[in-house]
């Protein structure tokens, strides 16, 4: 990473990230790389964390994985709410054991919090329970609407990189604006690097990446997807705050309700894919650090390995 001091801070070599946005070749490259180099990939997509959600995630299949050890898929429960604090700990051992045994990690995903807690000196905020079991109640009875207009006038930049549906995220950022008395944004520190570390992003034309967000999408459907979140209902899914709110899975549920057809159901996970993906882009375009590819060039192996070094 290109921050402008001396690196690296902690022990090994370099960490190769592999980021983008959804359905951009991610996956396909992080196998590509790690065969070459004997690396070793630690997933750094929130929510292929969760057990059982496979088909909605794109979650690769263990033949997919070619052989390419792969850590930090499976860890949680779907009645688990994501804490960024716990994954940043699991994925930091994971890359210390990686470097540990000589070989390179590889962090693969599209989650930008996720991966900025890794990579950087990230310190999180405390919590308060009387808070957040108050914000909790307030948005089970009222929905993420009344809150997030709370949070974009006390926050607007915060409001900015937060979908107005994630209610879980604009509970924790209205929690910390009420510990602090700042800005929830001023909690979250200037980058200073955790790793020395290499990244590179993997990015695709906007036609063609909606284009292939509609066949995953199918895929997804034709996969096997009802059958999937049928299971996942029956181990919970609807009481996770995190893991009923994945596109797809909510559109799926509903499905299986009767509330939505899988027409509505389909095309409703489409357009939140699609405003999700232009979220990730705009994320990771912030970081000057990031080198970015084309997904659909032939060369893109090559490149990669070269901007790798």
Request: proline share 6%; aromatic share 6%; charged share 25%.
């Amino acid at each position: 990473m290109s921050y402008g001091w001396s690196v690296p801070l902690r022990p090994g070599s370099r960490v190769v990230t592999v980021v983008g946005p959804t359905a951009a070749g991610k996956s396909a490259l992080s196998i590509a790389l790690a065969q070459e180099w004997g690396g070793e990939v630690v997933n750094a997509d929130s929510m292929q964390l969760y057990r059982g959600m496979d088909v909605g995630t794109a979650k690769l299949t263990p033949a997919e994985r070619a052989g390419v050890p792969h850590h930090l898929l499976d860890i949680w429960d779907v009645t688990v709410t994501a804490a960024v604090a716990e994954y940043q700990a699991l994925a930091r051992a994971a890359i210390d054991d990686i470097f540990a045994r000589g070989r390179v990690p590889l962090l693969v995903g599209g989650s930008g919090l996720y991966l900025r807690a890794v990579l950087e000196e990230f310190e999180f905020p405390g919590t308060d329970p009387v808070i957040r079991a108050r914000l909790e109640a307030e948005l089970a009875e009222t929905g993420p609407a009344p809150l997030f207009a709370r949070l974009r006038e006390r926050d607007p930049v915060a409001a900015e990189k937060i979908l107005p549906s994630n209610g879980r995220r604009i509970v924790r950022a209205l929690e910390v604006i009420e510990l602090t008395g700042l800005p929830f944004t001023a909690a979250l520190p200037d980058p200073k690097p955790y790793y020395d570390a290499v990244q590179i992003g993997v990015e695709r034309d906007v036609a063609e990446l909606d284009e292939r967000i509609a066949q995953r999408v199918d895929l997804m459907w034709a996969g096997g997807l009802l059958d999937e979140v049928r299971a996942l209902d029956a181990a919970g899914i609807r009481d996770g705050r995190t893991a009923s709110r994945a596109l797809g899975y909510q559109q799926a549920l509903a499905e299986l309700d009767g509330t939505m057809t899988e027409a509505v159901a389909k095309d409703d996970t489409v357009r939140g894919t699609r405003r999700f993906v232009r979220r990730q882009r705009s994320w990771f375009r912030r970081d000057p650090s990031i080198t970015w590819l084309d997904g659909a060039a032939p060369t893109l192996l090559a490149d990669a390995l070269a901007i790798a070094g």
